[in-house]
């Protein structure tokens, strides 16, 4: 009889054991409690940074996502940013050589399945918006797991503006692609509450699709709509598209951060939806937008680089004062990616609108593994430290944690004499050279708590400089 009582005890250990190891509790990437101005992914406080292809891993079938990831990963970048494939590009769009984004003809995949009738605009047949393409959510889930597999976050873009009637030509929403008899509208009208033909609650239906597949990685944080600036994008529909998210997970054991693209360049949050907590930009260099909105105690990113040609400095120099400015995430847009090149190889026209290379991202995992030698999440931007620069003014960011820990960046002159305000004490300090990584020069200085003066080896363009007090 005693054996029977443990009958049930066992049958729950097991349930258990099962449960847990078979079905384990997920924490998706999340804002860390500590500081929200940056994430906590596996425990671990996070900064995203990496120079990623243009948007099309998914919806193009050409490209090879688990050879583009083994580049990402090779070079310890921990991000990606992919589009849903409610939009698409034609060739040649933005000049944009060998767009990831603008699949060829027959290679285009998104959540709606073809129907049977032919005649979409960039062949094969029409879509049908009331049937799923499963096939395009077994290779979403395989990219997903993939990019989890090698911790790369995917930033998953659902929505994005018509910029020309060229793109809104291409999507399964418009009327001419879908058998459904919706979407015969002005690409202007296609993100609105009232004026959309039917599409909002074809578009709320893919939201759920998309987050009921995707609940189980801990790897994906949802952007509501690319450049909602442009194209008729109105601030009440990215607030319904950030309640769908909601409302979607909130029977879900873990819920998964959303992101809102607010400007490019930089402007004021002054209306912030309390359920968006990261807060991109576009171009943001010089990064003033950080301290603008650092109150927000939300996550500030830079996702999207370019125009302004194709120099990797440019772009590792945006990296470097973005993230020692305070911003939390930073993605170069990298145009060395394509279908037929997604080791990140291509040698793209200098007619590009912006850069990126095998040379750009190994620099950028030395900010990278920079920034990820600081205990960061105690750190915050500082504006006081360095009180003047005896040598021809360059640009300066400092991160500190004041007394213990100081992360430097300069850009600009070839040498420098720092004069810093440091707390009497100890300091070790290392110069890093940003294109090898390299240390430079190290030594050990005094600090009286009055002024102190670094001075820099020779460097090209920019250098970095950690600053670490000794304790007693």
Known sequence: MKKLYLLPALFFSISFFISKNVFPQINPVSLNTENPHYFLYRGKPTIL???GEHYGAVLNLDFDYSTYLDELKSNELNLTRTFSGAYAEPMGAFNIAKNTLAPAEGKFICPWARSE?????????????????????????????????????????????FYEEAQWKLSPMNAINNINNVGNIDRNNVYT???????????????????TELKDFDNVIYEICNEPYFGGVTKDWQRHIADVITETEKDFPAKHLITQNIANNFEKITDANPKV?????HYASPPVTVAMNYDLNKVIGDNETGFRGTSDSTYRREGWEFILAGGGLYN?????FTADNEKGDFVYPSTQPGGGSGALRKQLSYLKNFINGFDFI?????STTVSETLSKPPRVYVLSEKGKQYAVYIFGDNQINLELTLPEGSYKTEWMNTLTGKIEKQETVKSSGVSTTITSPNYKEDIALRIIRIKK
């Open 277 to 281: 907590s990261v807060f991109n930009f």
């Open 332 to 336: 170069n847009l990298d145009y060395s």
């Open 117 to 161: 009738q032919p005649g979409y605009t960039n062949g094969g047949n029409k879509f049908n918006l009331a049937k799923w393409d499963e096939n395009y959510f077994k290779r979403l889930k395989s990219f997903v797991s993939a990019a989890q597999q090698r911790g790369v976050i995917v930033e998953f873009t659902l929505f994005c503006p």
């Open 378 to 382: 105690h750190m915050q931007p500082d």
């Open 49 to 51: 940074i990496t120079s």
């Open 193 to 211: 509450l009232d004026k959309n033909d039917g599409l909002l609650s074809i578009q709320d239906e893919m939201v759920r699709k998309i987050v």
